[in-house]
C-alpha cells in the first residue's frame, strides 16, 4: 500500500547546524511532494515543494531533495535556529491517479534546536 | 488576504450536544478540506468540497456532516459525538483540488468531547 514514513521522528542539534529531515515513500508514481513546518498549537505551515520532474530545489536557508531512484524526500535546514523547533511532515499528492486531490502526510519529526 | 481562519479554536461539547466548526478563506480558492489530527500524528484526511461539492469523503462517520454554504466557507457540524473524536480539526483551502499546489492550513479548531 501506500505510504509516506519518516527515518527518524526525533531530531535534535545546536543552534547553527545544519539539520537533515528524512523522507521515505512507497508510490512510485507520486509526483508531488511538499514539507510542512507545525509548531506547537498551529497548523502546518508550507515550507517548500517539489515535482517528481526535478531532484533539488531551495529556498531560504531550505533545500529540499528528491531521490526518485530509492523513493526517498530530505529537507535540508542550514543554520537552524530555535525557532525552527517544530514538527516537520512530509506529504504527497498523485495527481491524476486515485489520491487525486488528496494530500498524505508521513509520520513527522520532532526537530529540537539547542540555543 | 493568505489566510484560513477557523473558529472557535476550542470546543469542549458533551456527546449529546450538537455543534459546528466554521473555516473561511477569501483567497478565491476553489477546494476546501477538513483534516483531523490526534495528539502525535499526522492530519489526517476527512473531506474536501471542489467547487462547493462534496468530491471527497474519507469514509468518515456521519456523526461528521460537512457543509459548503459558498466558495469561502466551509462547516463540519457535529452530532453525537464520541471521546475519541477529541482531536485538532483543520482546515485547509488551494486554488483547485485537480491543480497539485500548497494547501494554506487554519489554525485549527480543538475540539474535546467529554
Known amino acids: 500500500g501506500e505510504s509516506v514514513g519518516l527515518h527518524l521522528p526525533t531530531l535534535s542539534v545546536q543552534e547553527g547546524d545544519n539539520s537533515i529531515i528524512n523522507c521515505a515513500y512507497s508510490?512510485?508514481?507520486?509526483?508531488?511532494f511538499i514539507w510542512y513546518k507545525q509548531e506547537s498549537g498551529k497548523g502546518p505551515q508550507f515550507i517548500i515543494d517539489?515535482?517528481?520532474?526535478?531532484d533539488k530545489r531551495q529556498g531560504q536557508r531550505v533545500t529540499v531533495l528528491l531521490n526518485k531512484t530509492v523513493k526517498h524526500l530530505s529537507l535540508q535546514i542550514a543554520a537552524t535556529q530555535p525557532g525552527d523547533s517544530a514538527v516537520y511532515f512530509c506529504a504527497y499528492d498523485v495527481a491524476g491517479g486515485t489520491s487525486y486531490g488528496k494530500l498524505t502526510f508521513g509520520q513527522g519529526t520532532i526537530l529540537t534546536v539547542h540555543p | 488576504d493568505t489566510e484560513v481562519t477557523q473558529t472557535p479554536k476550542h470546543l469542549v461539547m458533551g456527546m449529546t450536544n450538537k455543534k459546528s466548526l466554521k473555516c473561511e478563506q477569501h483567497m478565491g480558492h476553489r477546494a476546501m478540506y477538513w483534516y483531523k489530527q490526534k495528539a502525535k500524528k499526522p492530519p489526517e484526511l476527512m473531506f474536501v468540497y471542489s467547487y462547493e461539492k462534496l468530491s471527497i469523503n474519507e469514509s468518515v462517520p456521519s456523526r461528521f456532516s460537512p457543509e459548503c454554504p459558498n466558495s469561502s466557507l466551509l462547516n463540519l457540524h457535529l452530532h453525537a459525538l464520541q471521546p475519541e473524536d477529541s482531536a485538532l480539526y483543520l482546515c485547509a483551502s488551494n486554488l483547485d483540488r485537480g491543480l497539485t499546489g500548497e494547501l494554506f492550513f487554519g489554525e485549527g479548531s480543538r475540539l474535546t468531547v467529554l
Open positions: 508510490n512510485s508514481a507520486s509526483d508531488y
Open positions: 517539489i515535482r517528481s520532474n526535478m
